[in-house]
Structures are given as structure tokens and as C-alpha cells.
Nanobody, 123 residues
């Protein structure tokens, strides 16, 4: 059974940085693309970014491009999200996701999800 466990959320001031991490287990991590989604209060869950199986291809939502960076360590079975220049509108629960494919597009569907970690950005 695939398990995804996020960590690193918290409270940060606008303009600050935070790094989220996701530890994966249950299947061969390096075979699958990974991603991050977020859900703000009262809103639907939205795509944030994704990374291919090797780390060679990344995708970002326009709202985070240039501020967020996704990376993965296939030796440690982890995927990280470095978030810089945070804004109050980045406040959300952030979810780690695993895809059933090596590569991913904006329309791809994740097949496993973590329980999420809360990021709060104060103004």
C-alpha cells in the first residue's frame, strides 16, 4: 500500500520561505512522477507542481512559477517543495501526490495522496 507523509508546514510571514517534504513508501518510488497540490479554505484543490520520475521534467502552476521549486531524491524516496517569497494567498493545506506514470502533464490524475500539511502565510 502506497503511503505519502508530508512534513514541514507551519506559519510564516509574507515574503518568507518554507520547505515541505514528502516521504513515500509502498512502491518503487523512482518509477513514478510526483506532485504537490493545495487546497485553500473554501476552495477546490488545485495543482501546484509536478516532477517526472527522474527529476528531469517539472511543471508549475502559473501562480507559483519562479517562487516554488520541486525536487526529488530517488535514493531517499522523498520529494520536496521549496517555497520562497510566500504570499498570503499561498495559505492552504498542501498535499503530496503520486502519479501512476513516469511523466505527467497538467491533465494527469494522481492515484495516491498524502493527508496534507498546513501552510499559513501571514500578511
Amino acid at each position: 500500500q502506497v503511503q505519502l507523509v508530508e512534513s514541514g508546514g507551519g506559519l510564516v510571514q509574507a515574503g518568507g520561505s518554507l520547505r515541505l517534504s514528502c516521504a513515500a513508501s509502498g512502491r518503487t518510488f523512482s518509477n513514478y512522477a510526483m506532485g504537490w497540490f493545495r487546497q485553500a479554505p473554501g476552495k477546490e484543490r488545485e495543482f501546484v507542481c509536478a516532477i517526472s520520475w527522474s527529476g528531469g521534467t517539472t511543471l508549475y502552476a502559473d501562480s507559483v512559477k519562479g517562487r516554488f521549486t520541486i525536487s526529488r531524491d530517488n535514493a531517499k524516496n522523498t520529494v520536496d517543495l521549496q517555497m520562497n517569497n510566500l504570499k498570503p494567498e499561498d495559505t492552504a493545506v498542501y498535499y503530496c501526490a503520486s502519479y501512476g506514470t513516469k511523466y505527467v502533464s497538467f491533465r494527469s490524475k494522481a492515484d495516491y495522496w498524502g493527508k496534507g500539511t498546513l501552510v499559513t502565510v501571514s500578511s
